[in-house]
């Protein structure tokens, strides 16, 4: 089993209060998730109202596959220009089964 881990560090040029940050990261959260079935959610920067970081895990049995998803999945991110991508961390974590 392994599970991808990414972190996006993200800038919303557009927007003036934390209200409309939520509007726009409501909108974001639920097109990725509904589109590539992953765990997403704000993690911090919740009071930052032009900032935000968005905590993003995918579980599968092969790394490649996993890598390749959060690729598309941050293509996906990028390509709605609701938000401006400044950082991206990922970190994969492998377990092993005993069987018996």
Known sequence: MVVGVCRLDIFLPGEH??????????SLIGRVRSKFNVSIAEVSANELWQRA????????NDKRFINGALDK????VEDTNLVEV???EREF???KYHEG
């Open 17 to 26: 209060s934390l209200k409309g940050k939520r509007k726009v990261l409501k």
């Open 53 to 60: 970081h968005i905590g993003i895990c995918l579980v599968g």
């Open 73 to 76: 999945m941050l293509d996906f």
């Open 86 to 88: 400044i950082g991206v």
């Open 93 to 95: 974590l492998s377990f």
